[in-house]
């Protein structure tokens, strides 16, 4: 019966409304308080230094910065467009997780899930380590679905907002491959994937980009320490 229990659209929308308005009730608050984390003020100052004619020299996760520059300028406040990003993940989550299955209640099951998250409540107001990169990732697996054309787009603003979702590519196809998407819209999402990758590399050897940005030491046990502190996090999930 768990299986074959479904609720009616009406009735997801409610839920969905209630949930959304219960999460915001508890968490506007901490957007009048500033950020405690230790990388909050370099964060913040590169957001203050930033412009948009530094978009192309280096490699850097400029629609992330876009994003949070832009909440400074229009609400005086860096946490607000994060705060509304996760607001859309939330909303998202239920989307895709709906689209998957073909259950308005597993949407619903995964966005509480998302909700009593430790490690989404822990960042979904901060700046520092928005939901961004993570919100334009299942955004681009939803198109998959929904609008084809417009996949390879949003999985290149992830890109931009944080390039881990480079390595996100293999997973990408394989989710293309397994989608219940017809032939014809697999083929031609893989191909757009593969052209964007190749204009991508014929972009970084023609114009000599820095892929790098900055030079970082890299440290052996701040990585450790990093992994094991997330480790700590995910048992409260």
């Known amino acids: 019966s768990v299986f074959s229990f479904e609720v009616s659209k009406k009735v997801a929308i409610i839920v969905i409304i209630i949930l959304l308005g219960i999460y ?3 968490s506007v608050g901490e957007l009048a308080t500033e950020e405690s984390w230790g990388d909050y003020s370099n964060v913040k100052q590169r957001v203050e230094d930033w412009n948009i004619n530094q978009v ?3 490699f850097e ?11 400074l300028e229009l609400f005086d406040n860096i946490r607000i467009i994060p705060f509304i990003a996760s607001i859309a993940l939330l909303v998202l989550t239920y989307f895709i997780t709906q689209e ?3 259950k ?9 899930i998302l909700l009593q998250s430790s490690v989404f409540l822990s960042y979904d107001t901060t700046a520092t380590y928005e939901n961004f990169w993570i919100l334009f990732y299942l955004l681009s697996l939803y198109l998959i679905y929904k609008k084809w054309p417009l996949s390879p787009l949003s999985y290149i603003l992830s890109i931009f907002s944080k390039a881990l979702t480079l390595l996100f590519l293999p997973m990408t196809l394989f989710f293309i491959y397994r989608s219940e998407a017809p032939r014809k819209t697999k083929i031609r999402t ?3 994937y593969g052209a964007i990758i190749a204009v ?6 023609a114009l000599d980009l820095n892929l790098t940005g900055t030079p970082v030491k890299f440290s052996n046990f701040g990585f450790w320490q990093g992994f094991t502190s997330m480790a700590y996090q995910l048992r409260f999930d």
């Open 61 to 71: 996760p400029d629609v992330r910065y876009f994003l949070l520059s832009s909440s």
């Open 24 to 26: 915001t009730g508890f």
């Open 190 to 192: 893989a191909i757009s």
């Open 56 to 58: 192309g020299d280096n």
């Open 200 to 205: 991508g590399l014929a972009l970084v050897a």
């Open 104 to 112: 308005r209640f597993a949407g619903l099951v995964a966005m509480v």
């Open 100 to 102: 998957i299955s073909k």
